[in-house]
């Protein structure tokens, strides 16, 4: 069984930059595909960014694209996403997520394991 756990959310202003942290434990963190979703209040959870076990290939949202990189570090066990030029509408909880080797995917339900979130808050 894995577990994720983020870290890194915080309240910003817009324009700030925010790097978030997932750590997985419980499994072989390089077996896996692992993405980034955000879901804001009231509204339904969205795909960010996905990454795959080689750390090649990264996937983004047409609306983080430019500004936000998805990296990991094996040797860790930890996947990250930089944030820079946040925006208001950037403000949701951040979930990292984790399904066994295969393509990259920015649908939720084929992701098996799920982080508790970490909530990021950009203010105007």
């Known amino acids: 069984q894995v577990q994720l756990v983020e870290s890194g959310g915080g309240l910003v202003q817009a324009g700030a930059s925010l790097r978030l942290s997932c750590v997985a434990s419980?499994?072989?963190?390089?077996?896996?595909?692992m993405a980034w979703f955000r879901q804001a209040p009231g509204k339904e959870r969205e795909f960010v960014s996905a990454?795959?076990?080689?750390?090649?290939?990264?996937v983004y949202a047409d609306s983080v694209k430019g500004r936000f990189t998805i990296s990991r570090d094996n040797a860790k066990n930890t996947m990250y996403l930089q944030m820079i030029s946040l925006k208001p509408e950037d403000t949701a909880v951040y979930y990292c997520?984790?399904?066994?080797?295969?393509?990259?995917?920015?649908?939720?339900?084929?992701?098996?394991?799920w982080g508790q979130g970490t909530q990021v808050t950009v203010s105007s």
């Open positions: 997520a984790a399904r066994r080797l295969g393509v990259i995917t920015d649908y939720g339900p084929s992701y098996e394991y």
């Open positions: 990454i795959s076990w080689s750390g090649g290939n990264p």
């Open positions: 419980g499994g072989t963190f390089s077996r896996y595909v």
